[in-house]
């Protein structure tokens, strides 16, 4: 049978549900969930083989209108990701008003190729209000395929993914097949610390912050991991370490478990708090972080 394979890329406004959703259809936990909004800032593949297929995800970062440098290049990442979908997937999610959605009405109407408008979340809505939801994206957005879904709870994921496979054009895999992203384990780990400080600090403080693995070494039965938690101000960096570094050893602590099951392994984790001033608006320092 001919091999299929595909780029199926995933946009929508902040925290509808597109990074759970990208896990739920991997069936891993891969890229990080959070309930604040910008949690994504890369677009991040995830790689999902069956035996006569591939589907190569994308998670992209929330649609927003820009503020500062490394939001202009986290939209750069969206628009990215819609010039090269051989099926774009559009979530949306429950009680979200089409009228307040142009940023990503706008970038699907773009679109010409196969396209499918999911409306997430369905789990928090009820029947009718979901049947009465449907009808106005079909009328925002006639070209797509509509399909109701629980990322969270699973509800028609597998669909989804069974629909998927059989969009994709005949091609061969584009990765090798046994790779699951295009992003290396120390991109994760960093990804894993980013998602505590999301959690467990307020206000600017997780969107002032970025982490860098600068080391990461396999000794025995044990990694050991060193980090920097890079933030803009002396007053963040304060805040990050907390009252006699306790803020800080909660992060490592709680850092470390999560990255213990995602390498497999015992970890030692080294977090380090470094000042970089003003770094999500200045290109080279941006650049430097990895971002476009
Ligand atoms: N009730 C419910 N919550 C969901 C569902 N899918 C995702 N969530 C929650 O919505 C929040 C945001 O989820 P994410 O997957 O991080 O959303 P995102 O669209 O990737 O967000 P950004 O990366 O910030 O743009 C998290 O708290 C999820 O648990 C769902 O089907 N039902
Ligand atoms: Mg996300």
Redesign the pocket.
């Known amino acids: 049978m001919a091999h299929r394979a595909g780029f199926v890329n995933?946009i929508?406004?902040?925290?509808?549900?597109?990074?759970?959703?990208?896990?739920?259809l991997l069936g891993e936990r891969l890229?990080?969930?959070?309930?604040?909004?910008?949690?994504?800032?890369h677009r991040i593949l995830g790689i999902l083989n069956g035996e006569d297929f591939q589907l190569v995800l994308s998670?992209?970062?929330?649609?927003l209108d820009p503020q500062y440098p490394l939001q202009d290049s986290m939209m750069r990442e969206v628009d990215e990701a819609l010039k090269d979908a051989d099926v774009l997937l559009v979530?949306v999610?429950?009680g979200q008003r089409p009228e307040r959605s142009e940023a990503v009405l706008e970038r699907a109407r773009r679109c010409r190729g196969p396209m499918l408008l999911l409306l997430?979340?369905?789990?928090?809505s009820d029947q009718a209000r979901v049947a009465v939801e449907l009808e106005q994206w079909r009328t925002a957005l006639p070209h797509a395929g509509l399909l109701p879904?629980?990322?969270?709870?699973g509800?028609n994921v597998a669909e989804l993914r069974a629909k998927l496979a059989g969009m994709l054009p005949e091609h061969p895999p584009y990765y090798p097949k046994d790779e699951l992203s295009d992003r290396n384990m120390r991109f994760f780990v960093a990804e894993i610390i980013r998602e505590k400080i999301l959690s467990y600090y307020q206000q600017e403080v997780p969107y002032s912050t970025e982490v860098v693995v600068t080391d990461f070494k396999e000794e025995g039965d044990i990694v050991r991991i060193r980090a920097e938690v890079i933030v803009m101000r002396d007053s963040q960096k304060g805040i990050i370490i907390g009252r006699g570094g306790a803020a800080l050893r909660r992060l490592g602590t709680e850092a470390r478990r999560d990255i213990e099951r995602f390498v497999g392994n015992k970890v030692f984790l080294d977090l380090r708090v470094k000042v970089d001033p003003d770094w999500r608006q200045d290109q080279r320092k941006l650049r430097k972080y990895g971002y476009r």
Do not use: C, Y
Not at 31 to 41: D, E, F, L, M, S
Not at 59 to 63: A, K, L, N, S, V
């Open positions: 995933i929508g406004l902040p925290n509808v549900g597109k990074s759970t959703l990208l896990n739920a890229v990080i969930v959070n309930p604040k909004a910008q949690t994504t800032r998670d992209t970062p929330g649609i979530m999610e429950a997430n979340k369905i789990d928090i879904i629980s990322a969270l709870h509800f």
